[in-house]
Structure formats: structure tokens, C-alpha cells
T-cell receptor, first 112, second 112 residues
């Protein structure tokens, strides 16, 4: 059974730092992996989607990587800003049925 | 503006009542999904629909029902059989299985 884990559950860093959020999965038979952002009390905003054949995707200050063999994906945020404060969730789409398996998220706080 | 709308934003239910949550999309997406989010947990799939007039149960369908009479609409009914319905409910849509999912703003349901 696929399990997706995000560690740590919470992270606080000073503004301007580069940081990495982690997402690990137990079953490498994934179709793609998605990263989302959620602000308190709001819906989810899709940030990046990496297909299983890809190694990384970039959007602005965000870079997501995927290593199927090690069961890991990372979200790199460059030059962090207070506006980046949110909960970041990853979800793995399974090859077998295209269902998304979700991590519990990492709550990120950027201190001014 | 293209997107997904959910209403109401907040909903209160008394014991024994059925309530219906609305989800509408104008993205011309075939697939629509309902998720439940509880604090500290990943999203859990309630129901999904890949095409009009067809839908499938997700991981936690007991106590919920849906319909898909129109491509744009996928309402979720929380029945009195759902014993612990207090949660944040998120609707999403995509072009189809395995494609990027886009989310609405969510409905917070509280049982009084």
C-alpha cells in the first residue's frame, strides 16, 4: 500500500533563506507527483507536477525534483519570503488507478 | 474567469440532517473529485466522477452520496449516516485521470 510522508510537519526559517521540503513515498510505481500550497482555511493551489519520466520541474523560485528509485521528491524554494508561509502538500498519483495518495503536509513559516 | 466554485463557505448541520455541498467548474474538465481534510492528516477521497452520469466510491464513501447530471456540477450530500462529518471538504477537477487537479476554495462543515 502506497504511503506518502512529509517530514518535518512544521518548519520555521528566516526570510531570504533557501529551503527544501521533503516528500517520500513507499511504492515507486507512480504516474506523477504533484506539489500543492494551502493557505489557512483555503483550497489548494497546484504548484508543480512532475511526470514519472521527469527528474525536475521549475516555476519561478520553486524547483521540484523526483527520484523514483529512492522514493523521494523535494521542493526547493529559493530566497524565501514571508508570503511563502503556507502548508505545502505533496501527492503521488498511482500508476495502477490514477488515485492520488496524499502526504499530511509541511507547515512553513518564513520569519521577516 | 475559469475556475472551481464551492458553496457555501461555512455550513452548520444539526444531528440527523442531510446537507448538500455545491461544486461547480467552468474549466470543461471531465473528471471531478470530492476530498475530506481533517487536521494533521492527508486528504482522503470520498467520491470521484470521470464522466457525466458516472461516479465511483473513494476510500471513505460511507455516509456520503453524489450525483453527476451535468459536466459542470458535482454536488456532495452528507447524510445523517455519516457519524463524524465535521471537516473541511474540498472539490477538485481535472481533464482526466492522472492529470493535474485544480481545487475549489472548500466548505467547512460543522455539526452542532
Amino acid at each position: 500500500k502506497q504511503e506518502v510522508t512529509q517530514i518535518p510537519a512544521a518548519l520555521s526559517v528566516p526570510e531570504g533563506e533557501n529551503l527544501v521540503l521533503n516528500c517520500s513515498f513507499t511504492d515507486s510505481a507512480i504516474y506523477n507527483l504533484q506539489w500543492f500550497r494551502q493557505d489557512p482555511g483555503k483550497g489548494l493551489t497546484s504548484l508543480l507536477l512532475i511526470q514519472s519520466s521527469q527528474r525536475e520541474q521549475t516555476s519561478g523560485r520553486l524547483n521540484a525534483s523526483l527520484d523514483k528509485s529512492s522514493g523521494r521528491s523535494t521542493l526547493y524554494i529559493a530566497a524565501s519570503q514571508p508570503g511563502d508561509s503556507a502548508t505545502y502538500l505533496c501527492a503521488a498519483t498511482m500508476d495502477s488507478n490514477y488515485q492520488l495518495i496524499w502526504g499530511a503536509g509541511t507547515k512553513l513559516i518564513i520569519k521577516p | 474567469d475559469g475556475g472551481i466554485t464551492q458553496s457555501p463557505k461555512y455550513l452548520f448541520r444539526k444531528e440527523g440532517q442531510n446537507v448538500t455541498l455545491s461544486c461547480e467548474q467552468n474549466l470543461n474538465h471531465d473528471a471531478m473529485y470530492w476530498y475530506r481534510q481533517d487536521p494533521g492528516q492527508g486528504l482522503r477521497l470520498i467520491y470521484y466522477s470521470q464522466i457525466v452520469n458516472d461516479f465511483q466510491k473513494g476510500d471513505i464513501a460511507e455516509g456520503y452520496s453524489v450525483s453527476r447530471e451535468k459536466k459542470e456540477s458535482f454536488p456532495l450530500t452528507v447524510t445523517s449516516a455519516q457519524k463524524n462529518p465535521t471537516a473541511f471538504y474540498l472539490c477538485a477537477s481535472s481533464l482526466g485521470d492522472g492529470n493535474e487537479q485544480f481545487f475549489g476554495p472548500g466548505t467547512r462543515l460543522t455539526v452542532l
